[in-house]
């Protein structure tokens, strides 16, 4: 498997568990009742594994972590809004392990993208 092709396998596996958090936040009452804000973050993770997935399907591994880098910046954002709200909800410890859980998810995902891919060797001159 090559370098990209890993990378992909990996942030489409890290978009998965958000995908599960996202379900998570959208039934979660405590979202919907004091903080509904966090609908937010679930759209966010709806948008950015949507544009990226479907680039996948259409266009490659490449297109897929080009696309996921660009749109990472949504995910930063809904991750701001989950940090503000953080010291509210830490009473909540399905919440706070949300929480926690976007950060990693997020961390590795930003690691993903930033990882370059391995120049290939030079040839050897000719003769």
Known sequence: MSDIASRADRASRLLAH?????????????VETQYPELL????????????????????????????????????????????????????HTNLAMAHLSFDTLLADLEQIVRTEEPAPPESPAGP
């Open 40 to 91: 937010q973050v679930a759209r966010a993770i709806f948008d950015v594994a949507r544009a990226a997935e479907s680039r996948r399907e259409a266009a490659g591994d490449a297109e897929f972590l080009r696309v996921l880098e660009k749109k990472l910046h949504r995910l930063k954002r809904a991750a701001e809004l989950f940090d503000q709200l953080a010291p509210e909800i830490s009473v």
């Open 18 to 30: 958000a995908w599960v958090l996202r379900a998570f936040l959208r039934r979660c009452e405590e």
